[in-house]
Structure formats: structure tokens, C-alpha cells
């Protein structure tokens, strides 16, 4: 696998991101939603560099099977309730796509009206998008390919690599 993102220039980029969202945000309590799984590693790099006073959920998000294809529908998995009324949300999520699963979970925040909702990925993937969103905060942007690594897996494999690889079809077919 090649890599395309050492974690190297993955740090440079979280700290700049998180010194851009602290500047945006003084003054305001951040509620960041971390999307599970891939959101993993990057909402705990990301937080690291917050100087804000935050407060962390998490909830599960599946528009993808044990393959790159998406399904029709995203399942949502959201145990944070009513907490989110009122406050400025950030989603932070590893990978933007086709942007369906994040319209569907901003929808659903929509409508337990939070002050605010705002969007981070570390990965802007732009060739594939379906939906009218962009990330407001993003990493890298990327056209085309299937990547892993840093939180982003390819069937649950790959996840736990720190730096970010572009998967080869000779890759996929050697690690189902
Ligand atoms: P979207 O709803 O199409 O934007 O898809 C978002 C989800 O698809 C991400 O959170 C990832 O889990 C998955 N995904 C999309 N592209 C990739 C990729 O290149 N590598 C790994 N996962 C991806
Ligand atoms: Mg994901």
C-alpha cells in the first residue's frame, strides 16, 4: 500500500484545524460529536488541540457494509437525547463521501434544535458527493480512491494505522 498522508503531515494538519475551530469558537462552549467508528483517532487528536471548554459524545453511523458501497439508508445510533438543545455542535467524522450519512445525521440533530451545527472530516472525498454539503472544517481533500488508515478501514481491517494508505485492488483482494 502506498501511503498518501504520513501521520507526520496528519498532526500538522490536526493542530491547524484545531487552532482554526478554537479561534472560530471562542467564547462558546463546543459540543463535539465524534461519529463511530471511523471518527475514532482524529476526534481524539482533535480535541487535544481545542483550547475551549468542550464536552465529547459519540454515536454510530452505518451507511457501508463489509464493502466500499453505500446502502440506501444510515442507520443511526444516538444516546445522547436532548443534551444537544441549545448547545454548538461539531460533527467530526473521519471521511466525507457522498455526504449521505452526514445529511441524514444532521437532519436528525436539526430537529432537537442545537444553536448551531458545524461539520469536520479529516478527509474531503469530492468525486463520488450525492448531497448538497461540504465539510465547513477538512483535513485533506481527495478526488478519487479508496483510502485507509487513521480510523478508516476497509471491511474492519486497517483501522489502527496511523498513517493514511490509498488501497490497491491487489490489497483488497489479499485482506478481505
Ligand atoms: P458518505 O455517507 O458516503 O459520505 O460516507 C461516509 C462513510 O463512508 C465514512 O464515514 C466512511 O466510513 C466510509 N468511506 C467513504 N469513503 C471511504 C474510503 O475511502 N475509505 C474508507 N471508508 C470510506
Ligand atoms: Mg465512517
Known sequence: ????????????????????????????????????????????????????????????????????RP??????????????????ILIVDDIMDTGQSIVAFKKHLQAKGPASVKICTMINKTCRRTQDIEPDYYGFAITDGFIVGYGLDFAESYRTLPDIYVLEPSDRRDNP
Request: with cysteine.
Open 1 to 68: 500500500m502506498k501511503v498518501l498522508f504520513s501521520n507526520s503531515q496528519i498532526s500538522e494538519k490536526v493542530e491547524e484545524l484545531g487552532k482554526k475551530i478554537t479561534a472560530d469558537y471562542q467564547g462558546s462552549e463546543l459540543f463535539v460529536i465524534g461519529i463511530l467508528k471511523g471518527g475514532f483517532m482524529f476526534v481524539s487528536d482533535l480535541v487535544r488541540h481545542l483550547d475551549l471548554p468542550v464536552r465529547i459524545e459519540f454515536v454510530r453511523l452505518s451507511s457501508y457494509g463489509s464493502s466500499d
Open 71 to 88: 446502502e440506501c439508508e444510515v442507520k443511526i445510533i444516538d444516546e445522547t437525547g436532548d443534551i444537544v438543545k441549545g448547545r454548538h
